[in-house]
């Protein structure tokens, strides 16, 4: 079984660009979670796909988006990045049902953005 | 009424002691509380998980204790190792929403040998 992988595992960006996050979810699963860690905080919910549909957004603006693709590995885009997006982001695995995601999530080791 | 108090924001044990970490909640809709351990450079990793249908429940040397009418949940690491130092996040979340996790603001535990 193979586990949640993310790439790259480091990024350096300067203010206005673009970035786009990579995520392998487990083998199996097919719904996937983004979150933002800053350093010393817990993670924040920044949304949610099930089998390639978004299903749930926290509190980021529009210029945060997503995609899931066929095989259930997904994307995280930030456009026009801003200093305070300099942080760990991590992707979640697991297994949704028509009734909702089972209760365990696994997570990726992250990548680290640093904008400068 | 999303967020999820935690503290202490650090704990030093000493070696074979007891560590416990708290955490309250508001949202009463919450069902489902899971504790996370993060090591340096590594993503979460759960460690132990409750529905509100229960008041303990144990795994090995690490217990969560429930208390639904107060709205609160705590981690005990029994017997504390050394290895155990980590940081600690208590999160909840709704199954049948998705179960998009909320979490606290994190605990760092050093466990003195």
């Known amino acids: 079984e193979t586990g949640v992988t993310q790439s790259p595992t480091h990024l350096i960006k300067t203010r206005g660009q673009q970035v786009t996050l990579r995520c392998s979810s487990q083998?199996?699963?097919?719904?996937v979670s983004w979150y933002q860690q800053a350093l010393g905080q817990g993670p924040q919910f920044i949304f949610q796909y099930y089998r390639e549909e978004e299903n749930g957004r926290g509190n980021f603006p529009p210029r945060f988006s997503g995609l899931q693709f066929p095989n259930y590995s997904s994307e995280l885009n930030v456009n026009a990045l801003e200093l305070d997006d300099s942080a760990l982001y991590l992707c979640?695995?697991?297994?949704?049902?028509?009734?909702?995601?089972?209760?365990?999530?696994?997570f990726g080791p992250g990548t680290r953005l640093l904008v400068l | 009424q999303q967020q999820v108090k935690q503290s202490p924001q650090s704990l030093i044990v000493q070696k074979g002691g007891i560590s416990i970490i708290n955490c309250a909640y508001e949202?009463?809709?919450?069902?489902?509380f899971p504790w996370y351990q993060q090591f340096p450079g590594k993503g979460p990793a759960l460690l132990i998980a409750i529905r509100p249908d229960v008041s303990e429940k144990k795994e090995g040397r690490f217990t969560i204790s429930f208390n639904k009418s107060a709205k609160q949940f705590s981690l005990h690491i029994m017997d504390s190792q050394p290895g155990d130092s980590a940081t600690y996040f208590c999160a909840a979340s709704m199954i049948p929403y998705g179960n998009k996790l909320v979490f606290g603001a994190g605990t760092i535990l050093r466990v003195k040998s």
């Open positions: 083998s199996g699963h097919n719904t």
């Open positions: 949202n009463t809709a919450f069902d489902y």
């Open positions: 979640a695995s697991s297994l949704g049902g028509a009734s909702g995601s089972q209760e365990t999530q696994y």
